[in-house]
């Protein structure tokens, strides 16, 4: 009965043993897992949180730097500006009339062209010019040796000397007429005969001008050789030459080409279509390749009565003034005809005022007399050196019409050494 009693307790003390045991690590477990949920918790939200704060700073420093890509200020004194020929105006509206663009070609004036040759046959024993010199009105360039010159010459010294003789004669018949020693029909005769050499005399006078004497030379005797000098009839360049020692000459053969080219002539063709909208007298602006930023203003003064057939285009001619004689004949052109503006006023900029800067179109704004933001622009069509502002700038604000380029290299340039600070 006891070593039942006993076994029986045994029982009970594992079962309960094993029951609290049981309990006690199921309580101790999910107490540890909650800790645990917990502690990762914590942590994953203070992670999270330095992760937000790094995110946050991060997201910070990108948009300013985002900024100030897109407002980049420059600070420049007047005196610099002065210095860098940075001139701020005001943004005005203003009607933009549309242009027509068309190629064309240089050619000399022909107005002011001169094709230089004797008056009379003659051997050149003298050249005094050369292709290419620059010349003026009256200047020597050929020297010739002319048998018709000598016998001109003769002729002259002839009637000259008759016309001495005549004067002398009518002076003495004068005074005995005066005497009453002499008839009055030889004071007729006298006076008659003085007149006739008084012509010839002018007439051999006149054919020695008209060969190139000048008449002051004939009148002091300072021109008494059979020579004759052939003088530039115009001021300008020698473009052709044929002149040369020794060759014979005459009326019919050019010497010299000489080309005044001050001014020039533009030969563009207008598309058939365009016909209507030019006119004689519209303005026009001139470019060449050779020059990129010279830009010369000219004028139609001539509209051909013909249509290429091939082309279906018609020949215009712009007359432009060419100073230091930069066009060159032969060089190709583009114009830009300006047509009436018929549109209503929008805000416009100076094509120079426009910058290209990390791909953005922009304007350097003018906060105040000595900083400037390059802000960016949306540009719209261009007209006779002016852009159109879509958005971007508003009436009324500062801007640098002139030197914006020094302004974008002030710009450039502190992007580089920010970037090499940075480095270090």
Same mark, same amino acid.
């Given at each position: 009965m006891?070593?039942k009693?006993?076994i029986?307790?045994?029982?009970?003390?594992?079962?309960l043993?094993?029951?609290?045991?049981?309990?006690t690590?199921?309580?101790?477990?999910?107490d540890?897992?909650t800790?645990?949920?917990?502690?990762?918790?914590?942590?994953?939200?203070?992670?999270g949180h330095?992760?937000g704060k790094?995110h946050?700073?991060?997201?910070?420093?990108?948009?300013?730097?985002?900024e100030d890509e897109?407002?980049?200020?420059i600070?420049?004194?007047?005196?610099?500006?002065k210095?860098n020929?940075?001139?701020?105006g005001e943004?005005?509206?203003q009607?933009?009339?549309g242009?027509?663009?068309?190629?064309?070609?240089?050619?000399?004036n022909?107005?002011?062209?001169?094709h230089?040759?004797?008056?009379?046959?003659?051997?050149?024993?003298?050249?005094?010019a050369?292709?290419?010199?620059s010349?003026?009105n009256?200047?020597p360039?050929?020297?010739? +040796?002319?048998? /018709?010159?000598?016998? @001109?010459?003769? &002729?002259y010294? %002839? =009637?000259? #000397?008759?016309l001495?003789? !005549?004067?002398?004669?009518l002076?003495?018949v004068?005074?005995l007429?005066?005497?009453?020693?002499?008839?009055?029909?030889d004071v007729?005769?006298?006076?008659s005969?003085?007149?006739?050499?008084?012509?010839?005399?002018?007439?051999?006078e006149e054919?020695?001008?008209?060969?190139?004497?000048?008449?002051?030379?004939?009148?002091?005797g300072?021109?008494?050789?059979?020579?004759l000098t052939?003088?530039?009839?115009i001021?300008?360049?020698?473009?052709?030459k044929?002149a040369v020692?020794?060759?014979?000459?005459?009326?019919?053969?050019s010497?010299y080409?000489?080309?005044?080219l001050?001014?020039?002539w533009?030969l563009? +063709?207008?598309? /058939?279509k365009?016909? @209507?909208k030019? &006119?004689?007298? %519209? =303005?026009a #602006?001139v470019a060449?390749? !050779?020059f990129?930023?010279?830009?010369?203003?000219?004028?139609?003064?001539?509209?051909?009565?013909?249509?290429?057939?091939?082309?279906?285009t018609?020949?215009?001619?712009?007359?432009?003034v060419?100073p230091g004689?930069k066009?060159k004949?032969?060089?190709?052109?583009?114009v830009e005809?300006?047509?009436?503006?018929?549109?209503p006023s929008?805000?416009?900029?100076?094509?120079?005022?426009?910058?290209d800067?990390?791909?953005?179109?922009?304007?350097f704004?003018a906060?105040?007399?000595?900083?400037?933001?390059?802000?960016?622009?949306?540009?719209?069509?261009?007209?006779?050196?002016m852009?159109?502002?879509?958005?971007?700038l508003?009436?009324?604000?500062?801007?640098?019409?002139?030197?914006?380029f020094?302004?974008?290299s002030?710009?450039?340039?502190?992007?580089?050494?920010d970037?090499?600070?940075?480095?270090?």
């Open positions: 006891n070593r009693r006993i029986i307790g045994v029982i009970l003390a594992v079962i043993g094993g029951f609290i045991y049981r309990f690590h199921l309580e101790t477990g999910t540890g897992h800790d645990k949920k917990e502690t990762a918790y914590k942590e994953e939200k203070a992670g330095d992760e790094e946050k700073e991060k997201k910070e420093e990108h948009g300013d730097h985002e897109e407002f980049d200020h600070k420049m004194t007047a005196e610099m500006q210095q020929g940075v001139v701020i943004a005005k509206k009607r933009l009339g242009v027509i663009s068309v190629t064309g070609k240089v050619a000399a022909a107005d002011r062209i001169a230089v040759s004797p008056r009379i046959p003659g051997k050149i024993i003298a050249v005094r050369s292709l290419g010199d010349v003026s009256g200047q360039l050929v020297t010739l +040796d002319s048998v /018709e010159m000598g016998e @001109s010459l003769n &002729r010294h %002839q =009637s000259k #000397t008759r001495q003789l !005549a004067k002398n004669r002076d003495r004068m005074t007429s005066d005497k009453k020693i002499i008839a009055r029909k007729f005769q006298a006076e005969d003085y007149q006739i050499a008084e012509a010839e005399f002018h007439n051999d054919r020695l001008s008209l060969y190139g004497v000048s008449v002051a030379d004939l009148k002091n300072s021109h008494k050789k059979p020579v052939v003088r530039s009839p001021n300008g360049v020698i473009t052709e044929q020692v020794g060759e014979l000459s005459d009326p019919s053969k010497l080409t000489i080309a005044d001050s001014s020039v533009i563009v +063709d207008i598309n /058939e365009d016909l @209507s030019v &006119r004689k007298g %519209q =303005s #602006t060449v390749g !050779a990129p930023d010279l830009k010369l203003k000219g004028r139609i003064t001539h509209i051909a009565d013909l249509v290429n057939e091939a082309t279906r018609i020949k215009a001619r712009i007359e432009v060419n004689r066009l004949p032969e060089m190709f052109a583009t005809l300006a047509l009436p503006s018929d549109t929008t805000l416009a900029v100076p094509e120079e005022a426009l910058q800067l990390d791909g953005k179109k922009v304007v704004v906060e105040n007399e000595t900083e400037f933001a390059a802000r960016q622009v949306q540009a719209g069509r261009t007209a006779l050196g852009v159109e502002i879509v958005s971007g508003k009436e009324g604000e500062n801007y640098a019409i002139k030197g914006s020094i302004l974008k002030e710009v450039k340039k502190g992007e580089m050494t970037e090499h600070g940075h480095g270090k």
